[in-house]
């Protein structure tokens, strides 16, 4: 890919690329959520050199802020790359301009989901969406009920291959049959819907401001749920 | 068995029992996040923390109410509803009056870090407030949270530990697993490149420690659910540095590392053709040992890996 190639050469071709492959207001709302300055970047690449994960990526994490300064935002939400960050903070420890790499990564994450630009080749997406659903039905994980809905939503052949695990984790007791619901689920489906609102009412303000904006597809009966 | 105190069988929902007897001294206590795999995987760590803390003199008070933290998963679809997650649940656990205590990793950076931005960050603070405003809580921040590993080696204190050892690990090699989330983003009681505070406290049970040069490194986490290579991979490099350096034992402190170290050893030796026959407990585990508490106590008989035998414990 042309585009993302140059971006290797660092700051200078964000004056070279073509202005429409570019979104202006992408630097700025990833700072906006996560609350980093992606500017600090110096682009020295000790990301890169602490990431346990950057031979899976498609773009290191070094080149992925770069990506994101230039606001080539399709290529950044739909790369791989960020499907591959664990969340192990290595990157945040060892950053000398004190960026939270960490933050940014998650940050894309929400946003590609948002957009629907997730790589169909990643089941990460799903296992997070599979949680998240099973959250608002009971308030706690329950572990059956999120493989079963990740393998629903991904491969159902993958149920076969967990039997070996779940059978293990039964006979050594370490299976709840039955989900634990947590107290004052409704109080929590309250909070939900509140989150919803702070977002939208920024989102609002970033309109008038001109940042382009994204609103969560909505899955299949989550609205229902979350009454 | 010698010297065993007898700990009644906790039971999760039965609060009284985890009162200490009348009479003794309450001198540590804490509001208790047990997490959701309390009641599932990490049975076994629930039910070792409440003897081993309970032998210790620390009395834990589950948090009326709690709800999932969102784990690293909630945070990665919406980082605003992960953090409002986790401030919900300080905020029930500031109800008690008392610090929160944390015993799974994952749950512990969820929590801390939520924290430390609602204190720090104005627009953090600003709109999670309005988040709680909304469900009738308040967040007033002035309670700490601590991993269970800090509260033995630092409020606790580790010669407070060393004093109540009964049955030391004496030829015993252990390597502290910390893993990514005890030290990192950010943790005020551990250097987050070299954390060492369950070195010291293997050590005050009398344990050989060896060094660990993946004593940070990432299990794969989650991974092990969406791209089983990758997390095969890292849990392997982990699992081949203690055969290298001759471990006997394996010590983590969350509950998601432990099943990705002890549940998959027959897929490892699938791919890798090495089978790891070192063991992983939880570090309530091993400390309770030292204590003189039993495995049955400690449910130490349901691990993947047996440790019981290497022990000599029956």
């Known amino acids: ?227 | 068995m010698n010297g065993v105190p007898d700990v009644p069988v906790h039971r999760p929902s039965d609060r009284a029992a985890n009162r200490l007897p009348e009479g003794q001294v309450n001198r540590l206590r804490y509001a208790f996040y047990p997490g959701c795999t309390a009641h599932a995987s990490a049975r076994d760590y629930t039910r070792s923390t409440y003897a081993t803390f309970r032998a210790l003199g620390i009395e834990l008070e589950e948090v009326p109410g709690w709800s999932c933290c969102g784990s690293t998963a909630v945070s990665n679809v919406d980082p605003l509803l992960g953090m409002a997650l986790s401030a919900r649940n300080l905020a029930l656990a500031e109800s008690t009056g008392l610090d929160l205590a944390v015993t799974c990793n994952a749950c512990y950076a969820n929590l801390a870090p939520t924290l430390e931005a609602y204190r720090e960050e104005r627009r953090v603070r600003d709109r999670l407030q309005r988040v709680l405003d909304a469900v009738d809580r308040h967040l007033e921040a002035e309670r700490e949270v601590k991993h269970g590993v800090h509260i033995l080696t630092h409020d606790l204190g580790l010669d407070q530990v060393e004093e109540r050892v009964r049955r030391p690990l004496d030829g015993v090699k252990a390597v502290p697993y910390y893993g990514c989330l005890l030290s990192r983003p950010r943790n005020p009681y551990e250097d987050p490149e070299n954390p060492t505070s369950l070195d010291e406290l293997l050590a005050s049970l009398g344990a050989e420690v060896l060094p660990f040069e993946r004593k940070t490194k990432c299990c794969g986490g989650s991974f092990m659910n969406t791209k089983e290579e990758v997390a095969l991979r890292l849990t392997f490099e982990i699992l081949e540095e203690a055969r290298e350096r001759g471990a006997h034992l394996i010590v983590c402190a969350c509950a998601m590392c432990q099943l990705n170290l002890d549940a998959y050893r027959g897929k490892l030796r699938a791919r890798y053709g090495t089978y790891h026959d070192t063991p992983v407990l939880y570090f309530t585990q091993a400390v309770g040992l030292a204590l003189g508490l039993g495995c049955r106590d400690l449910a130490i008989g349901q691990s993947f890996v047996p440790a019981d035998r290497l022990l000599g414990l029956r």
């Open chain 1, 1 to 227: 890919m042309a585009v993302a190639e140059s971006t290797l050469s660092g700051p200078k071709t964000r004056e070279v690329l073509p202005e429409e492959t570019r979104s202006r207001f992408f630097p700025a709302q990833v700072e906006d959520i996560s609350g980093q300055s992606i500017w600090a970047c110096m682009q020295c690449g000790t990301c890169t050199g602490s990431c346990q994960l950057a031979q899976e990526m498609d773009h290191t994490p070094r080149r992925i802020m770069e990506m994101v300064r230039t606001g080539l935002r399709e290529q950044v939400l739909t790369s791989r790359a960020i499907w591959y960050c664990a969340s192990c903070h290595s990157c945040t420890v060892r950053c000398p301009r004190g960026i939270q790499v960490t933050r940014v990564m998650i940050t894309l994450k929400s946003l590609a989901l948002r957009a629907g630009h997730v790589s169909p080749r990643d089941d990460a997406p799903a296992f997070y969406e599979s949680f998240l659903r099973v959250l608002r039905l009971f308030g706690r994980m329950h572990e059956p009920t999120l493989v079963t809905a990740y393998a629903l939503r991904t491969r159902p052949t993958r149920v076969l291959g967990m039997m070996p695990m779940a059978l293990g984790l039964m006979r050594r007791g370490r299976m709840a049959p039955l989900p634990d619901r947590a107290p004052g689920l409704a109080e929590l489906r309250r909070l939900m819907a509140a989150v919803e609102r702070v977002r939208d009412s920024e989102s609002a303000g970033a309109r008038e401001v001109g940042i382009r904006v994204e609103q969560a597809p909505r899955a299949r009966g989550e609205e229902v749920m979350a009454r």
